[in-house]
């Protein structure tokens, strides 16, 4: 997958709606690809979490005593698998894939809303929302004027010097 600008990808250019719609599709495409590998990359994460923490406690119940323990109870060996630092890096890797697949889910909405963002500039444009404002003419009035200005004119008088 290349290289994704959601800042980029999530602007609107009202100028250009055709090409806005004829991306849209493929952005969408983009995004949840990226949503997919994300969760892929979450689910990977916790089954290694899970194993981690399965092969840690047989540890912990053949080897009690490496791990401090004198007598094996389950809130032991659950207290004890926390405290490893294996069990803590790999919790650390699921919460981050955890984290990215949210990020790309919220990149998916905002895609998504995008095309409802599109759809809502399009009908604006059906309804000649973006043309400037036009005041109904006043034909009377306009006559009038045109009228009076016409009568303004006939009072001028042009005169020429004689040898011109």
Known sequence: MGYLNYEQDIRIDPNSLDVEWLEQPGLMRKYTSLSALMEKTKD???????????QIEL??????????????TEAAVQSTVLLQEEYQEAAR??????????????????IDQRKTALENLVKLLGTSYF??????????????????RKNS????????????
Do not use: C, F, W
């Not at 990977?44 to 399965?54: F, G, V």
């Not at 981050?96 to 949210?102: C, F, G, Q, T």
């Not at 043309?131 to 009076?148: M, N, S, T, V």
């Open 44 to 54: 990977e994460a916790k089954e290694k979490l899970d194993l981690m923490k399965a």
């Open 59 to 72: 540890n912990i119940r053949e080897y009690p005593g490496k791990y401090g323990l004198a007598k094996i």
């Open 93 to 110: 890797e699921y919460n981050d894939a955890k984290y990215e697949h949210n990020v790309a889910v919220g990149a998916v909405r905002s």
């Open 131 to 148: 043309a400037g404002p036009k005041a109904p003419r006043d034909l009377h009035q306009e006559y009038l004027e045109h009228q009076e």
């Open 153 to 164: 004119n006939t009072k001028v008088k042009i005169s020429r010097k004689k040898g011109e």
